[in-house]
């Protein structure tokens, strides 16, 4: 009686086990359409011309972001670097750092538009002083447009280490950039697109890879581990029916 309960028991938890691989498989491919889909949406829009950000692009924009995530941008203003936000935690080939994303003001807009300037170095990953990176003067620069979240956690601020150190964030958020900057704010970011040559940072961020991800192959292995599951399953039934018959 006690090994039919034990055998039921662990049945029930490989069955469990087997049944949340395939879930988790579903789950892998399921992120493989969303990148694929995402794939196909920034090859049709980065083909198109660019968009001149002016009043009406920005007015646009505002009242149909989506319609221009991943489009290219050309866009012309001066930054105000009171207004710069550091995002701690990037990473550019294995060397710690952060992005510097600051607002352009842009002329005949009422709405700032963010610009990610790209990646500089910070040995921890977060404490940096953005002085000496600053782009002054009017500038032309050419992007692509993304979207600006709405996070909930308010982009997950930080304290720099040291006296008088800044905020830091995880992640931009729409509402903390409006209220810090005290001015609307574009629900579409800039993330500058490399130039042909730059030797000092900020080095700007390439535009999204057109990989498919590891998604496919992290499907086929939760479902291999389901089938293994579902096979050491079928060996031990028919151990335990051997036993009983003899």
Same mark, same amino acid.
């Given at each position: 009686?006690? +090994?039919?309960?034990?055998?039921?028991? @662990? @049945?029930?938890?490989? &069955?469990?086990?087997?049944?949340?691989? *395939?879930?988790? %498989?579903?789950?892998?491919?399921?992120? &493989?359409?969303?990148?694929?889909?995402?794939?196909?949406?920034?090859?049709?829009?980065? @083909?198109?011309?660019?968009?001149?950000?002016?009043?009406?692009?920005?007015?646009?924009?505002?009242?149909?972001?989506?319609?221009?995530?991943?489009?290219?941008?050309?866009?012309?203003?001066?930054?105000?670097?009171?207004?710069?936000?550091?995002?701690?935690?990037?990473?550019?080939? %294995?060397?710690? !750092?952060? +992005?510097?994303?600051?607002?352009?003001?842009?002329?005949?807009? #009422?709405?700032?538009?963010?610009?990610?300037?790209?990646?500089?170095?910070?040995?921890?990953?977060?404490?940096?002083?953005?002085?000496?990176?600053?782009? #002054?003067?009017?500038?032309?620069?050419?992007? &692509?447009?993304?979207? *600006?979240?709405?996070?909930?956690?308010? %982009?997950?601020?930080?304290?720099?280490?040291?006296?008088?150190?800044?905020?830091?964030?995880?992640?931009?958020?729409?509402?903390?950039?409006?209220?810090?900057?005290?001015?609307? *704010?574009?629900?579409?970011? *800039?993330?500058?697109?490399? #130039?042909?040559?730059?030797?000092?940072? #900020?080095?700007?961020?390439?535009?999204?890879?057109?990989?498919? !991800?590891? +998604?496919?192959?992290?499907?086929?292995?939760?479902?291999?581990?389901?089938?293994?599951?579902? %096979?050491?399953? @079928?060996? &031990?039934?028919?151990?335990?029916?051997?036993?009983?018959?003899?």
């Amino acid at each position: 009686m006690k +090994h039919s309960v034990r055998g039921a028991l @662990a @049945a029930a938890f490989i &069955l469990g086990m087997c049944a949340l691989c *395939v879930r988790l %498989g579903f789950w892998q491919l399921d992120r &493989l359409e969303q990148r694929r889909a995402r794939n196909a949406s920034l090859v049709e829009k980065t @083909a198109l011309p660019p968009v001149t950000l002016d009043a009406a692009a920005a007015d646009s924009i505002r009242r149909d972001p989506a319609r221009f995530v991943n489009r290219r941008v050309r866009v012309r203003g001066t930054y105000l670097p009171a207004g710069e936000v550091v995002l701690r935690g990037r990473a550019q080939d %294995g060397n710690p !750092g952060v +992005h510097l994303v600051t607002p352009m003001r842009v002329a005949g807009a #009422p709405a700032l538009v963010m610009v990610n300037r790209g990646w500089v170095p910070s040995p921890d990953a977060a404490t940096v002083d953005p002085r000496p990176y600053a782009e #002054p003067g009017e500038r032309t620069i050419e992007g &692509l447009l993304q979207d *600006v979240p709405v996070t909930g956690d308010g %982009g997950t601020p930080a304290k720099m280490a040291g006296a008088g150190a800044r905020t830091t964030y995880r992640r931009l958020d729409r509402a903390t950039l409006a209220r810090n900057l005290g001015r609307p *704010v574009l629900p579409l970011y *800039v993330q500058e697109l490399p #130039p042909d040559t730059r030797s000092t940072p #900020p080095f700007r961020v390439p535009a999204p890879e057109l990989s498919e !991800g590891p +998604h496919l192959g992290y499907a086929i292995q939760w479902f291999s581990f389901a089938a293994i599951g579902v %096979g050491g399953l @079928a060996i &031990l039934l028919f151990r335990e029916r051997r036993k009983r018959a003899e």
